[in-house]
């Protein structure tokens, strides 16, 4: 704080003359003569102009009544004149409001003419200067502190975007590196699959040539129903291989929802979608593996089917890759105290190097050049570690590799007493119902109405959306029957055409994508079942069934 000036300039804005001589007389007695009187104004328009152009003072005593203003009108008007400067108030009037008031708007002292001394008028003035300078000094504190937070801010803002940005980069590589990762298993896979595929078409083929080759064949029915049984499994295989690999390959979502799983199913559906790869395509290169299983019955966990799968695959995948000629691939479900523990083992080559290092996402060891060794351990780490799973590594150069995943089980209350259950009334037989179909495809198109007039039902055939309506706004359905993807309009307008029209309507989507709708689809809304191809009699019941009573 600086020192208190030598000399104190004082200046008046005071209406009464006696007043203004009782004023310097005190300042003069009790100042030490440390006092300067350097103005004196009987108006406030008078006072301002000389307080603005005026050498400057280092006080100002200021009556609030004067001729041309009166109240605190007066004080705010030398305020705003020059906000830098201590202001007393000297009045006629104790008025404890207004001095309230007046010090609240900024003054830094109030005193009663009648009652000042001149010992406390002097004590005022020093004070009033003091008050004043620090608080022009707190303000130049604050105002320094605030341009210094602003500037803070503003850097904080910018680290925050380039955060913000490095988190997207990141993210975005994670994802690349997570799809490029999906795309070597797929790559791995796509061989086995092909043959397994090409397997299960053979007798497809072979015998419906056979059958329209045969002369009397189809007058043999002890050879012709045997020849359609294969034909009907054989397709089968091939919907199952289908249905898995849409599976591994479908499009998702950054996070897939949470549910309980059984991560027994989970690992026997990975064995079934990796068999042309640990099985026939290993046999291909001369490597005969045997897959052992041991699956207990453990608690469910909670987590995501698709990026458990993932997981697995990946981790069924390198123990394929590690046996080079003949080998045991062991998968072993079991529990203890609480989790849930996965054990993926071989008695391939080994690593060289097992360790916590080898788990981590950029972790990207190199084994000779060989392509498919440590396939997807950096996602298989982010994904357990999404799972609050724990992975070790058991291995050693020659002797093998096991790899352990340990799940927390998922904590399920303790069921209630069951109470004597009521006998069940008989399922009622589905009613005759008035179906439109629609389907593009004439093979397709044929046969669903040969099982739906079969079952006893009134069917309308459509090849596509516009004759579907057509004939929807000629008679009147119980049902629609409608393919997903057609040509002209799909599916998804359809129904919702038909939807809007009539509401009661049930419909029912026969789609090639099977359960899984593409992303976005807004079919989801408007059907109360899917039936995915290819379809049998029984799961096209099913599905009717479904949609008939009020959907999912």
Partial sequence: MKPPPKFIRVFLAEEDEQDEKLIAQMLGECGGGQFILSGVFRRLDEAVCGLETGG???????????PDSQGLETYSSVSRAVPEQP???LTGYEDERVAI????LGAQDYLVKYEMTGKALVRSIHCAIERKQAELEARGVRENLEKQVGELTHALSQVNARLSEVLDELSAAQYMAAQQERLHAMERMAGGIAHDFNNALSPILAYSEWLLRKTGALGDETGLRKALHNIHDAAGHCAEVVTQLREFCRSREEFDPYAPLDLGEVVQQVINLTRP???????TRGCDIVMEMHLSETPKIQGAREDLVELFTNLILNSADSIQEKGVISATVSSQDGRVLVSIADNGQGRKEANDQSMEPLFAPKTDGEIGKDLGFGMMYVI???HNAQITIESEEGGGTKV???FPALVTPKPAKPEKPEEAAPAEPIKRLRVLAVEDEPGIRVILGIYLAEDGHKVELAADGAEALSKFEKGRFDLLLTDYSMPGMSGDRLAAAVR???PKIRIALLTGFGSQMPQGAPLRLEVDAIIPKPFTLKSLQQGIAEAMEGGK
């Fill in 101 to 104: 008031e007046a010090v609240r």
């Fill in 56 to 66: 400057g003072v280092d006080v100002i005593l200021l009556d609030l009544s004067l």
């Fill in 384 to 386: 357990a570690q999404r």
């Fill in 277 to 283: 790869s640990w099985k026939d395509q290993a046999q």
């Fill in 404 to 406: 352990i995943v340990d």
């Fill in 87 to 89: 202001v007393i108030i």
């Fill in 500 to 502: 809007a029209s009539d």
